[in-house]
Every structure is written in C-alpha cells, then in structure tokens.
C-alpha cells in the first residue's frame, strides 16, 4: 500500500515559521512517503527541498450539514474568532481594535484562545460548537484574519473561510494571496486592500444590510458547488489512486 502524508499547517509547520507549538520537519527526510497532499500550494518548494516527490494540494473543505446557518438576532456587528493571536497580530489592530474605537457605537466581539485584550471588544472566550454558530448568525460581519504566513504563502487555504462561507456570514477578510481561487471577491467575500481603512468598510456594509445578507447566500452557494467535504474526499481518493 502506498504511503501519504497530509500536512494542513503548512507553511506554519515548516522549520522557518517553528510550527505551532514543534517543527517536526527538522532533519525530515520526507522521500520515504510515496505521496504528500498539503493545504499550501506555495510550499511546494520548501517539501521538494526536504525529499517530497508526488506533491499535490487538497485545500479544505466543510460538511454544509453542519455548518449551516441558525436563527439568531444580529445583536453583533463584527466578529473574529481565533484560536491565537500569533502571526494576525498587525491585523488584529487593523481590523478590529482600530475600527472598535473608530466605532464606540458599534459592537465588536472575539472569541477563541486570543490573550490580548482589545478596548470596546466583547472578549467571548473559547466557545463551544453550538455557542459558536449561534454567534456567527448574530453577526452582521464575520472577519477572516489570516495569519501572515498563510496569507503570503501563495494558495494556502485555511478553514475560516470554508466555514463562515458555509454559514451564509458576510465575510471581510485581510489580503490573502490565492483566496479569490476559492471564492470571489466582492461578490462572495470582501477582502481588505493595504490602503482600506477597515472602519470605513464595516460602516458601508453595514449600512447596506440586502448586500451582506446576498454575500452570504452567494458565500454558502460556492460551498456547496466547490468546497464540501465530498469534493475534498474525491480528490484525495484521485490521488491515491494515481500511487497504486
């Protein structure tokens, strides 16, 4: 039986970025695998330089039974969860603790494992699944902030995006390198220029509720034509095949 390695924390995990918590590519020898699928296409190099061969990317996916939309009353207007802070740390100011005091009348929230703490911000903490989706549908605007490698690294899918999409939320995300691969820009998702100021963005969407509401529809539309979980195991098993 061939062997298949799957990294989806790639380009984290490389040794140049230290990893999450380990690298554990230091001194790797990746040639004993006879296939490597990754979320990064821009990675490619780095896993070639280490002995991969048969290299292919298989970006995320979500199951849209689960993450599906609830209802919920929009009592917040933009949110960002997160498991960390590290490597979103300049977006993070950009996009939420600027824009929170740009906007005293505006309310802001975060939830996950974020240390910080941001003035004007509800600090949720780590919520649980259905608490989670129930604050993604109370939501008028739903952030992705990419950590910086996986936004430079050209064509690294991260799982925010799947996920608000498949929950119909109006995403804004800051430049990502490669996400218009997976969803189009200002029709199914806003991402962020260098020269925006993300206050200004929120109060045009928000004021235009029909768009946000018609970016979401649009967002869980591409989901479930592109990027479920079915799409993303036919994929994985063309690969396999391909190494029998």
């Not at 925010?160 to 996400?179: D, T």
């Not at 768009?211 to 063309?238: F, P, Q, S």
């Amino acid at each position: 039986m061939p062997s298949i390695y799957f990294d989806a924390d790639l380009p984290v995990s490389l040794p140049s970025y230290g990893g999450f918590h380990l690298s554990y590519y230091l001194g790797a020898n990746l040639s004993q695998f006879d296939g490597f699928l990754t979320t990064s296409e821009g990675s490619k190099s780095a896993l070639v330089d280490m002995g991969a061969h048969n290299i292919a990317e298989v970006h995320w996916g979500v199951d849209p039974r689960l993450y599906s939309p609830v209802d919920a009353d929009k009592d917040t207007d933009v949110f960002f969860y997160g498991a960390t802070s590290r490597f979103r740390g300049e977006w993070l100011n950009k996009m939420v603790q600027q824009p929170a005091l740009d906007l005293p009348n505006r309310i802001f929230a975060i939830s996950g494992r974020v240390k910080e703490r941001y003035e004007h911000v509800n600090m949720l903490g780590f919520l649980g699944f259905d608490s989670w989706k129930r604050q993604i549908s109370a939501t008028k605007i739903c952030l992705n902030i990419s950590r910086t490698p996986h936004a430079t690294v050209g064509g690294t899918s991260t799982t925010r995006l799947f996920e608000l999409a498949s929950m119909a939320a109006c995403v804004v995300s800051n430049p990502h390198e490669g996400l218009e691969n997976w969803f189009e820009p200002e029709k199914e998702i806003f991402i962020l220029k260098e020269t925006d100021r993300p206050s200004e963005v929120y109060e045009w969407l928000l004021g235009s509720p029909q768009l946000m509401r018609e970016m979401g529809l649009r967002a869980r539309a591409r989901v479930l034509r592109d990027h479920t979980c079915d799409h993303r195991a036919k994929d994985i098993a063309n690969f396999a095949s391909k190494l029998l």
